[in-house]
T-cell receptor
Framework: NAGVMQNPRHLVRRRGQEARLRCSPM?????VYWYRQLPEEGLKFMVY????????ESGMPKERFSAEFPKEGPSILRIQQVVRGDSAAYFC??????????FGPGTRLTVT | AQRVTQPEKLLSVFKGAPVELKCNYS??????LFWYVQYSRQRLQLLLR??SRESIKGFTADLNKGETSFHLKKPFAQEEDSAMYYC????????????FGKGTHLIIQP
């Protein structure tokens, strides 16, 4: 089992562009979580998804951010019209039912 | 609102000395508490969770509901313990997103 995969590992976008971050959960895991880590901060919960459903998006900014976890394929975190304040490390975690969350290596987004 | 506080940004101890990483939380119900560790160039991984009541790599943590604390302890530090340590809280039995502290960078000096 390769573990949680995230790509790209590094992403550079200009202000106003769109950023798409992908997360492939561990085999057999149907729960996906997205977190954001700003410099010098801890991880902040953004959204919790199960296959084709958003369970909890209480940590998602109201605008420009969206997430999906389709029946087939990876989970996608999409940021439209990126701004400098979106620069951060974005981590995905997956779990089997309600047990331990396994984390991916993260995607470092830099907005120039 | 739930909150996790790790008061020490950096903790440096000598090899063989005892280690205690502090974690305090704020939550109105019965939380589940975790310690996660991130070694250099590795991904974040679970170290231990309070309901397991187990010792991992010599580390233990006891949930003190009266003091709302979940401090991580190890009697004798080893150089390979150097890492970032994050305390985290779940209010949904592990089924919801975790609330993390800002982390403590533990450095073990030889």
């Amino acid at each position: 089992n390769a573990g949680v995969m995230q790509n790209p590992r590094h992403l550079v976008r200009r202000r106003g562009q769109e950023a798409r971050l992908r997360c492939s959960p561990m085999k057999g895991h149907s729960h996906v979580y997205w977190y954001r880590q700003l410099p010098e901060e801890g991880l902040k919960f953004m959204v919790y998804l199960q296959k084709e459903n958003i369970i909890d998006e209480s940590g998602m900014p109201k605008e420009r951010f969206s997430a999906e976890f389709p029946k087939e394929g990876p989970s996608i975190l999409r940021i439209q019209q990126v701004v400098r304040g979106d620069s951060a490390a974005y981590f995905c975690a997956s779990s089997e039912q309600t047990y331990e969350q396994y984390f991916g290596p993260g995607t470092r987004l830099t907005v120039t | 609102a739930q909150r996790v506080t790790q008061p020490e940004k950096l903790l440096s101890v000598f090899k063989g000395a005892p280690v205690e990483l502090k974690c305090n939380y704020s939550y109105s119900g019965s939380p589940e508490l975790f310690w996660y560790v991130q070694y250099s160039r590795q991904r974040l991984q679970l170290l231990l969770r309070h309901i397991s009541r187990e010792s991992i790599k010599g580390f233990t943590a006891d949930l003190n509901k009266g003091e709302t604390s979940f401090h991580l302890k190890k009697p004798f530090a080893q150089e390979e313990d150097s890492a970032m340590y994050y305390c985290a809280l779940s209010g949904g039995g592990g089924a919801d997103g975790l609330t993390f502290g800002k982390g403590t960078h533990l450095i073990i000096q030889p």
